[in-house]
């Protein structure tokens, strides 16, 4: 009965029952963008959750079949808008594959630079917005956004942009790293364990953070892999699954790196698991600046790109879980139909079992250490 | 109480040091510089020396555009070349991607390092091409060169075909004829390309 109520039943179930049903509504500032909830209380406890999405759809994927590839990139910066780098491989990597199309040594290397500073900065907003959920106000999202704004300022010096930045295209980069830039990313890779520190010291043994965060919204992992939730979310509840190492795309094979992995699927693992990655993707990015070649940084392509008729899919590990892009070709410049798996949508359908039996004020939390951004979930 | 007692050490000792040595800027009075080949409102360039704009009215950064916020209106002159009449980019529109000085083939756009381009109306946020235009002094040329550094180049054009305009007057040097012809032949194939984007019409 509360399902019915949940799914927009009568009135009188719900003042039989003592039953409330809310809208946690699109417009609400823990909602991590424009995410509407539908809320079943019995007092304050949730009895039953719906979610509502599609206030951010644009229609990317239909938008794009009457762009030029070259075109749709712009498009994958705007999915998931705080991970541009990370949304801009699998594309590129899904036209590569379909064309045939080998990137060149350089332009590897600073692929997954680019994409592990990306991942360090988009764990940066993670962390910041779930502390800022939980009650902590701004201060553990300013300290991160102080490093994060190191890392916009070095993909300002290497593509002209801070958040949209169309810069991983099919073949390559699309502007070299300059020399200052090297050197700002070998400056961030010195300091930001100390800064790792200082922000594990502010909240991982804060009492009253673990209080809020501990055992809430524990995800089994059997529900995990029965919802293909992925990411750090899956990692938490003790599955070791990672595409970086479970099935190694552009040259991360190359490199050492630990995938962590926690077994309270609860939101402090959560926390404590993307805390732990940004610690590897420094690892990962001080080999990766060590070993960097010099070279091409771009395949040679024809002007106007036209794949031959064929399909292709690619997955990447980006912050927030497996990221894929399914392109079909069929001869002309624009793609005949362009899919995205996004791995926040897909997680996010695991949301509602997990916020049975929590109270209000723990559904901001469970949602916020999932870390979702409405622009791919909507697409 | 310790570990929230060590959050709150943290915090005071920054309460300190931000006094004299603090991580924000005061903007507006303070300003952070800004990188070479940032991507500001895209302008086009004039030529210092003749005061012509590059522009040759092919429209291929029309057809370049993703959201289509280049609308340009050109027609052919007597002798069979396009002339530009009207170029107008949208401020409000333009996501400041690029791709527009990226397809240009005769370093007519650069991108400034303009962004505060808030206006009272809707109709300022319209540039026209008198607006628009920028000097090709050796810093544009440097930002809107970084931009295109991993760009191909289109095929038959060189990169250094400037237009007729500049020949007239006599202080350029002689543009080979097979190049224009090859350049508006190309801008032709461009045109080709779905209309999605740009709008260009003659």
């Given at each position: 009965?509360?399902?019915?109520?949940?799914?927009?039943?009568?009135?009188?179930?719900?003042?039989?029952?003592?039953?409330?049903?809310?809208?946690?509504?699109?417009?609400?500032?823990?909602?991590?963008?424009?995410?509407?909830?539908?809320?079943?209380?019995?007092?304050?406890t949730v009895?039953?959750a719906?979610?509502?999405?599609?206030?951010?759809?644009?229609?990317?994927?239909?938008?794009?079949?009457?762009?030029?590839?070259?075109?749709?990139?712009?498009?994958?910066?705007?999915?998931?808008?705080?991970?541009?780098?990370?949304?801009?491989?699998?594309?590129?990597?899904?036209?590569?594959?379909?064309?045939?199309?080998?990137?060149?040594?350089?332009?590897?290397?600073?692929?997954?630079?680019?994409?592990?500073?990306?991942?360090?900065?988009?764990?940066?907003?993670?962390?910041?917005?779930f502390?800022?959920?939980v009650?902590?106000?701004?201060?553990?999202?300013?300290?991160?956004?102080?490093?994060?704004?190191?890392?916009?300022?070095?993909?300002?010096?290497?593509?002209?942009?801070?958040?949209?930045?169309?810069?991983?295209?099919?073949?390559?980069?699309?502007?070299?790293?300059?020399?200052?830039?090297?050197?700002?990313?070998?400056?961030?890779?010195?300091?930001?364990?100390?800064?790792?520190?200082?922000?594990?010291?502010?909240?991982?043994?804060?009492?009253?953070?673990i209080a809020r965060t501990r055992n809430v919204g524990i995800l089994p992992p059997e529900l995990a892999i029965a919802y293909?939730v992925?990411?750090p979310v899956l990692r938490a509840s003790g599955i070791?699954?990672?595409?970086?190492?479970?099935?190694?795309?552009?040259?991360?094979?190359?490199?050492?790196?630990?995938?962590?992995v926690r077994y309270n699927g609860d939101a402090y693992d959560r926390y404590l698991i993307?805390?732990?990655?940004?610690?590897?993707?420094?690892?990962?990015?001080?080999?990766?600046?060590?070993?960097?070649?010099?070279?091409?940084?771009?395949?040679?392509?024809?002007?106007?790109?036209?794949?031959?008729?064929?399909?292709?899919?690619?997955?990447?590990?980006?912050?927030?879980?497996?990221?894929?892009?399914?392109?079909?070709?069929?001869?002309?410049?624009?793609?005949?139909?362009?899919?995205?798996?996004?791995?926040?949508?897909?997680n996010?359908?695991a949301l509602a079992p997990l916020l049975i039996g929590h109270k209000?004020a723990d559904v901001v939390v469970i949602l916020g250490s999932i870390d979702?951004?409405?622009?791919?979930?909507?697409? | 109480?310790?570990?929230?007692?060590?959050?709150?050490?943290?915090?005071?000792?920054?309460?300190?040091?931000?006094?004299?040595?603090?991580?924000?800027?005061?903007?507006?009075?303070?300003?952070?510089?800004?990188?070479?080949?940032?991507?500001?409102?895209?302008?086009?360039?004039?030529?210092?020396?003749?005061?012509?704009?590059?522009?040759?009215?092919?429209?291929?950064?029309?057809?370049?555009?993703?959201?289509?916020?280049?609308?340009?209106?050109?027609?052919?002159?007597?002798?069979?070349?396009?002339?530009?009449?009207?170029?107008?980019?949208?401020?409000?529109?333009?996501?400041?991607?690029?791709?527009?000085?990226?397809?240009?083939?005769?370093?007519?756009?650069?991108?400034?390092?303009?962004?505060?381009?808030?206006?009272?109306?809707?109709?300022?946020?319209?540039?026209?091409?008198?607006?628009?235009?920028?000097?090709?002094?050796?810093?544009?040329?440097?930002?809107?060169?970084?931009?295109?550094?991993?760009?191909?180049?289109?095929?038959?054009?060189?990169?250094?075909?400037?237009?007729?305009?500049?020949?007239?007057?006599?202080?350029?040097?002689?543009?080979?004829?097979?190049?224009?012809?090859?350049?508006?032949?190309?801008?032709?194939?461009?045109?080709?390309?779905?209309?999605?984007?740009?709008?260009?019409?003659?």
């Amino acid at each position: 009965m509360a399902l019915d109520v949940a799914l927009g039943g009568t009135e009188e179930i719900a003042r039989e029952d003592n039953l409330i049903t809310i809208n946690m509504g699109p417009q609400h500032p823990s909602t991590h963008g424009v995410f509407r909830l539908i809320l079943t209380l019995d007092g304050e406890t949730v009895v039953a959750a719906r979610p509502v999405m599609g206030y951010l759809h644009r229609s990317v994927e239909k938008l794009s079949e009457s762009r030029t590839y070259l075109q749709d990139v712009v498009f994958t910066d705007r999915l998931d808008y705080l991970a541009a780098m990370t949304t801009n491989l699998p594309y590129a990597m899904a036209l590569e594959k379909l064309a045939g199309i080998e990137v060149p040594e350089r332009a590897q290397y600073v692929r997954v630079i680019m994409c592990e500073l990306q991942r360090i900065a988009s764990h940066m907003v993670a962390i910041g917005t779930f502390a800022a959920d939980v009650g902590t106000f701004f201060t553990p999202l300013l300290y991160t956004f102080r490093e994060r704004e190191r890392i916009l300022d070095i993909f300002e010096m290497c593509c002209g942009a801070r958040l949209t930045l169309t810069y991983i295209r099919y073949g390559g980069v699309s502007r070299d790293v300059p020399e200052d830039g090297v050197e700002a990313i070998q400056r961030f890779v010195e300091i930001m364990p100390d800064k790792i520190d200082e922000y594990e010291r502010l909240l991982t043994n804060n009492e009253i953070f673990i209080a809020r965060t501990r055992n809430v919204g524990i995800l089994p992992p059997e529900l995990a892999i029965a919802y293909s939730v992925t990411g750090p979310v899956l990692r938490a509840s003790g599955i070791p699954y990672d595409i970086r190492r479970a099935e190694p795309y552009s040259i991360y094979d190359r490199f050492e790196f630990d995938i962590p992995v926690r077994y309270n699927g609860d939101a402090y693992d959560r926390y404590l698991i993307r805390v732990a990655e940004m610690r590897q993707s420094v690892r990962i990015i001080e080999q990766a600046l060590r070993d960097l070649p010099s070279g091409e940084i771009k395949a040679k392509l024809p002007r106007l790109f036209r794949p031959a008729r064929g399909s292709a899919y690619a997955r990447t590990e980006s912050p927030k879980g497996e990221l894929g892009f399914y392109v079909q070709a069929d001869g002309k410049v624009e793609p005949y139909r362009l899919h995205i798996r996004p791995p926040s949508f897909i997680n996010l359908t695991a949301l509602a079992p997990l916020l049975i039996g929590h109270k209000v004020a723990d559904v901001v939390v469970i949602l916020g250490s999932i870390d979702i951004v409405m622009g791919e979930v909507d697409r | 109480m310790s570990g929230i007692a060590g959050g709150m050490w943290t915090t005071l000792k920054h309460f300190f040091t931000s006094l004299t040595n603090p991580v924000t800027v005061q903007y507006p009075e303070q300003r952070l510089p800004l990188s070479v080949g940032f991507r500001g409102l895209p302008r086009l360039v004039y030529d210092l020396k003749t005061g012509d704009a590059r522009c040759v009215a092919c429209a291929i950064c029309a057809s370049a555009c993703p959201v289509g916020v280049i609308h340009m209106d050109t027609h052919r002159g007597e002798d069979g070349r396009k002339l530009l009449d009207r170029f107008d980019i949208e401020a409000g529109g333009c996501i400041y991607c690029g791709l527009c000085v990226e397809a240009c083939p005769f370093d007519a756009l650069t991108m400034t390092s303009g962004f505060e381009l808030a206006s009272y109306n809707r109709a300022d946020l319209l540039w026209p091409k008198e607006r628009l235009l920028v000097p090709g002094t050796a810093e544009n040329d440097q930002n809107m060169h970084w931009i295109m550094s991993g760009v191909e180049k289109m095929g038959k054009t060189p990169p250094s075909a400037w237009p007729r305009a500049a020949q007239d007057i006599g202080v350029m040097d002689e543009v080979p004829e097979e190049a224009i012809e090859a350049a508006i032949e190309d801008a032709e194939e461009a045109e080709k390309v779905p209309a999605g984007a740009g709008t260009a019409s003659e």
